[in-house]
């Protein structure tokens, strides 16, 4: 099958080497342009790609099964019988009665009587009279007048100047000294206790303190429960002072006293005599004496006797010897032979022939045919004007190569001709040039430009 294939030309740097190289460059000024006969020509190089059938293989898997004789061996459970000889104790029970004599004690009840007479106390209220003599004192007021002289004080007022003493606050400064705290937080490793683990652990003799009494005892060596503390260490900030000294003003205020004038109306009292008859009342107590009856109560005491005669149960015990019979119970051992038949199971292994499919893997390798394009470059010659420029299409098919260089073994070099892409194809080198002088790199190929005129 013939597939086209787009072929791309060469740099003009390998045209004009390949000109310079057999010696027709003819212009000075153009030297990718040979000259024969009066036309020129430009040496290009196209890629075309042959297709080729290749075989290959493919590798299929396929899982076959083989009967193989397989020998198994399967469990045969046998019942067998042992004897097994024991002693067993034969409890025997027997009944017998034994006298057993108890003292008893028997309430014995007698009527006695008791004397609980008693003095009963009543009193009886008796009334008199009694006199009684007392003294009182009676008011007598008498009339009398007396000469009073009394100073007055008549008030006299006068204008005076005083010195008053006013207290003033003015402020003053003065520095004091102030610390200032200017520090910062630092990290600090801090261990937080956690619960003691209770281990044993060796311990060598010595004296230790008893935790129970607190006395100090002598202690063995060896292990004893010790609690070890345990917890973890944790990482907080702590703040860390700097005090700094520093100089602070500081405004009080501090009294002043500052006098002055200050007019006072003053008021002075003169003395004056002053005379007066003034009556008053005496008041004489005169004495008299006076006689009353009083009546008062008096309350005399009697006592009575009062008989009581209580009849009283006592309880008498009486001791009593009794004899009565007691059932006693006697167990005897009585040892006997015993023989048992004991089943156990008895495992047999018995072999078994049996046929099994062992699956296996096959390889098989499967030939598998496709086509190819293996590319190679042709060399063709362009004609050109005196300007350089290509004359016509500058592409056509490639010519195609032997069957026998371009098919490989064992395929058909009918299906090996190449096509090229769109184009008129160009002239082919003349039999007495070299054709294999000027061979283009295999691995080199340039994309199109979409310009021929390069």
């Given amino acids: ?124 209220d008796e009334t008199a009279e009694r006199e009684e003599h007392y ?4 008011p007598v007021w008498e009339t009398h007048e007396r000469q009073e002289c009394h100073t007055v004080l008549r008030p006299v007022y006068e204008t005076a100047y005083r010195t008053e003493y006013q ?50 005892v002598q202690q063995r060596a060896g292990l004893y429960w010790v609690q070890t503390p345990r917890g ?47 009556p008053y009342q005496t008041c004489r107590m005169v004495q008299e004496e006076r006689v009353r009856k009083v009546p008062y109560t008096v309350r005399r005491q009697v006592v009575e006797r009062v008989e009581n005669k209580v009849p009283v149960k006592v309880c008498r015990m009486v001791t009593e010897q009794h004899v009565r019979k007691v059932p006693v119970t006697t167990c005897r051992m009585v040892y006997e032979q015993r023989v048992e038949k004991i089943p156990h199971r008895v495992c047999r292994m018995v072999a078994v022939q049996e046929t099994i499919s062992v699956p296996r893997c096959v390889e098989k390798r499967t030939p598998v045919t496709y086509t190819c394009n293996v590319p190679r470059v042709v060399c063709c010659r362009v004609p050109i004007d005196a300007c350089g420029t290509p004359i016509g299409s500058c592409f056509a098919e490639a010519p195609p190569i032997p069957a ?8 058909s070099g009918a299906d090996a001709t190449p096509t090229v892409a769109e184009g008129t194809a160009p002239q082919p080198l003349d039999a007495e040039e070299p054709q294999g002088v000027y061979p283009a790199p295999q691995s080199e190929v340039i994309p199109d430009q979409g310009d021929s005129s390069l």
């Avoid at 004009?16 to 290009?44: D, F, H, K, T």
């Avoid at 026998?404 to 395929?411: I, K, N, Q, V």
């Fill in 135 to 138: 003294t009182v004192s009676r």
């Fill in 404 to 411: 026998e260089a371009a098919a490989p073994s064992g395929s």
């Fill in 232 to 278: 973890r260490y944790e990482v907080s900030r702590v703040w860390q002072p700097n005090l700094v000294a520093q100089q602070v003003p500081v405004t009080s205020y501090c009294p002043q006293t500052v006098a002055k004038q200050v007019p006072v109306q003053v008021c002075k009292y003169e003395q004056q005599q002053v005379c007066r008859t003034v």
């Fill in 1 to 124: 099958m013939n597939v086209p294939i787009r072929v791309f030309p060469t740099v003009p740097l390998l045209a004009m080497w390949a000109a310079s190289a057999v010696g027709q460059v003819c212009c000075p000024s153009s030297p990718y342009i040979s000259c024969q006969g009066g036309q020129e020509y430009r040496l290009v190089y196209q890629t075309v790609y042959d297709q080729r059938q290749v075989t290959a293989y493919r590798i299929e898997y396929e899982t076959v099964c083989e009967q193989q004789q397989v020998t198994s061996y399967r469990p045969v459970w046998e019942t067998n019988y042992r004897e097994h000889r024991y002693t067993v104790a034969r409890p025997i029970v027997e009944t017998s009665s034994r006298e057993e004599t108890y003292t008893v004690s028997r309430p014995v009840w007698e009527t006695q009587i008791r004397d609980c007479s008693y003095d009963r106390v009543r009193y009886v």
């Fill in 167 to 216: 207290t003033v606050m003015r402020p003053v400064t003065t520095y004091r000294q102030q610390v200032v705290d200017q520090g910062s937080y630092v990290e600090q490793t801090v261990f937080k206790p956690g619960l003691p683990k209770t281990r044993l652990r060796w311990q060598p003799g010595g004296c230790t303190v008893d935790p129970v009494t607190g006395q100090t």
